[in-house]
């Protein structure tokens, strides 16, 4: 079994659709990174969490550290949203290396 | 500042061949690291480095080669390319090796070994 889960594994929507993507773990973290990898392969981090909720425009990303679980949201979803969303985690043990997910493709339709 | 720089973006070796994938970073980030990424696979760490001197391997080292003699440089190294080594590389920065830190990563480098 993987250490980060993620689902679903692809998502398509309508645009303006909220969009919820989740990440469950089983290992103790110390952080836990959102990011977003567009259909150009380019990598860019969203959000890192440790505790709580963070929220920039129109993502939200919230995090439930005895549950193990994270969930990255989308409000008012648009096309330009489309990409695949990794979620990583950093054990507890280990400062440096992540552990990351498998992805989420997203599709928005117009 | 240009971010992460990754050279080249694509490459095609013959199997046996050597090269070097290029990686420069001016945000003066202490932890450099570099990822490969295969279709269905999360990204896995190939080696890393928390600081100028200092080079340590992740989860799949065998073949490659790094070396960390820059803050700013971090050339990861084929050895012997093997078919086995056809994909995107990636490399990713971040300021301090711990802490609350995001990565910064490079535009990816997508090899393909015949």
């Known amino acids: 079994k993987n250490e980060v889960e993620q689902s679903p594994q692809n998502l398509t929507a309508q645009e303006g659709e909220f969009i919820t993507i989740n990440c469950s773990y089983s290992?103790?973290?110390?952080?836990l990174h959102w990011l977003q990898q567009h259909p150009g392969g380019g990598i860019v981090s969203l959000f890192m969490?440790?505790?709580?909720?963070k929220k920039h425009g129109r993502l939200i990303a919230t995090i439930n550290i005895q549950e193990k679980h994270s969930s990255l949201h989308i409000t008012a979803s648009h096309p330009r949203d489309s990409a695949v969303y990794i979620c990583?985690?950093?054990?507890?043990?280990?400062?440096?290396?992540?552990?990351w997910g498998a992805g989420t493709k997203l599709i928005i339709k117009p | 500042n240009a971010g992460v720089t990754q050279t080249p973006k694509f490459q095609v070796l013959k199997t046996g061949q050597s090269m070097t994938l290029q990686c420069a970073q001016d945000?003066?980030?202490?932890?450099m690291s570099w990822y490969r990424q295969d279709p269905g696979m999360g990204l896995r760490l190939i080696h890393y480095?928390?600081?100028?001197?200092?080079?340590d391997q992740g989860e799949v080292p065998n073949g490659y080669n790094v070396s960390r003699s820059t803050t700013e440089d971090f050339p990861l190294r084929l050895l012997s390319a093997a078919p086995s080594q056809t994909s995107v590389y990636f490399c990713?920065?971040?300021?301090?090796?711990?802490?609350?830190?995001?990565?910064?990563f490079g535009a990816g480098s997508r090899l393909t070994v015949l």
């Open positions: 990583a985690v950093r054990h507890m043990d280990s400062n440096y290396q992540l552990i």
């Open positions: 969490l440790s505790s709580g909720k």
């Open positions: 290992v103790g973290i110390s952080a």
């Open positions: 990713a920065s971040r300021y301090r090796p711990s802490g609350a830190n995001v990565l910064t």
């Open positions: 945000m003066n980030h202490e932890y």
């Open positions: 480095s928390v600081g100028a001197g200092i080079t």
